[in-house]
């Protein structure tokens, strides 16, 4: 074995001292050294485009974190813009509820002023004066509103086909129930009686118009009807 071993070392020594051995030896020896130096650049840029990379990651996260804070702004920015809209829609509603009844008054006063003379007198008869003011005041009595549906319900009856004077005086009497409801001191209100439109006429909830045929549906209501406690004063409807 030793012998075997004692060989192998002569025949390496001999090969060693061959120019050609020595030569391949180096030239391995120089091309790992190249290697060496080839992958120790490439870690290099490996490190530098990590290190690159890192920054580019961390400007990135400086960024987010500035959309992010950009985000919250811009969304309390919209929810008080939001906030804001509905505090001026509802204050739109407030004051659209305030003087709509103004405006209900002024439609009102423009068609009295083409009411029949006779329907005037009346009025004016009832209220005291022929004005605005006094015609509204009419709504705190309600003997007068009693009054006031007797009248326009002997008008409906006898009218000669002029429905645009009784919408007039219908839309009177609607109005000055209104001013009741509102004014009153004891906290009575008037509640207005519900019609179905397209039922079978009934006698003991309606009162029907001359023109109306005896038995059919209601096709219309002509003058709103309103009940309180024992105070009913029916609606008059058309019936066809």
């Known amino acids: 074995m030793d012998e075997i ?7 390496l020594c001999e090969l060693l001292n061959d120019e050609t051995v020595q ?3 180096v030239n391995i020896v120089k091309k790992a050294k190249q290697q060496t130096e080839e992958f120790r650049q490439k870690l290099e840029e ?5 290190n690159d990379f890192f920054y580019k990651l961390q400007e990135t996260q400086k960024e987010c974190e500035k959309l992010q804070q950009n985000c919250e702004i811009l969304e309390k920015e919209k929810n008080e813009m939001q906030y804001q809209k509905d505090k001026i829609y509802q204050q739109f509603q407030n004051y659209k509820k305030e003087y709509e009844p103004l405006q209900d008054i002024k439609d009102f006063w423009q068609g009295a002023l083409q009411l029949e003379a006779n329907q005037k007198s009346y009025l004016k ?3 005291g004066e022929w004005d605005i003011k ?20 002997d008008e409906i009856m006898s009218t000669n086909g002029n429905y645009q ?19 009153n001191i004891r906290k009575e209100h008037y509640e207005k009686i519900q019609v179905l439109i397209g039922k079978e006429y009934n ?11 005896v038995n059919g549906i209601v096709k219309e209501v002509v003058l709103n009807g309103y009940t309180m406690r024992n105070d009913v004063m029916k609606p ?5």
């Open 5 to 11: 071993q004692n060989n192998l070392k002569y025949i």
């Open 23 to 25: 030569e391949n030896i």
């Open 46 to 50: 490996l490190e530098k485009d990590k």
């Open 125 to 127: 008869k009832l209220c």
């Open 134 to 153: 006094s015609l509204i005041a009419l709504g705190k009595d309600k003997n007068s509103i009693k009054q006031l549906w007797n009248f326009i319900r």
């Open 165 to 183: 004077n009784i919408k007039t005086l219908s839309s009177f009497f609607d109005l000055c129930i209104d001013v009741y409801n509102m004014t």
């Open 203 to 213: 006698s003991r909830q309606y009162i029907k118009t001359s023109e109306s045929v």
């Open 236 to 240: 008059i409807v058309i019936v066809e």
